[in-house]
């Protein structure tokens, strides 16, 4: 091990999720919510000034946009192959299955649009191009127009803006898949 991996091991560790112990006053009542149920909201709870202003867009975000769940799904599952997030992806893997998305499609949203439903490629395709050139053709607004309108054009940038944000710290500290996502994935793990 390099001198540098050291380093980086040691600046990651301080960014491991926080026990219930750990946990701070400002934000304590969180922690029987979303934020202390998943590992990635333990690790934001370093900063509970972040964690509390996350609240209401992740409630936006995940519950209340224009996408719908299974559209939704699509969105955050393109966006956590798009940033090589297992932890994203494999969460999300969970609650496609919840929403109804069968195995092969889920599947399908890792690979070529080509190999997608239509629909499930315009979605893909829009995450594509935010992901590579940080906007989206005049084709790929007008393709989402029809598909979700106008509010949904917005609510798939903004998803793809939030995923990528989590995407970013649990790919920077290494964050660890919760226990109970990867046991369900190990009893049943994706086919195809």
């Known amino acids: 091990m390099t001198h540098a991996a050291n380093d980086l091991d040691l600046l990651v560790k301080p960014f491991a999720p926080l026990t219930d112990e750990q946990w701070p006053a400002e934000a304590v009542d969180l922690i029987g919510g979303f934020a202390g149920q998943l590992n990635v909201y333990r690790v934001m709870a370093h900063n509970p000034t972040l964690l509390r202003a996350w609240v209401d867009l992740r409630e936006h975000v995940v519950r209340n946009n224009s996408l719908g769940l299974v559209r939704n799904e699509v969105v955050i599952l393109r966006t956590g ?69 106008k509010e949904g054009v917005l609510d798939v940038m903004v998803t793809v803006g939030f995923y990528s944000t989590l995407a970013f710290i649990v790919n920077t500290f290494g964050t660890p898949l919760d226990t109970r996502i990867e046991r369900e994935l190990s009893e049943q793990p994706l086919i195809g």
Do not use: F
């Open 81 to 149: 192959v798009r940033h090589n997030s297992d932890y994203e992806w494999n969460h999300h893997v969970l609650r496609a299955r919840a929403c109804g998305l069968e195995e092969p499609r889920i599947a399908s949203l890792r690979g070529p649009l080509g190999n997608m439903t239509g629909e499930d490629a315009i979605l893909a395709g829009a995450v594509d191009e935010l992901l590579t050139n940080s906007k989206m053709s005049a084709r790929a607004i007008a393709q989402l127009v029809d598909l979700v309108g």
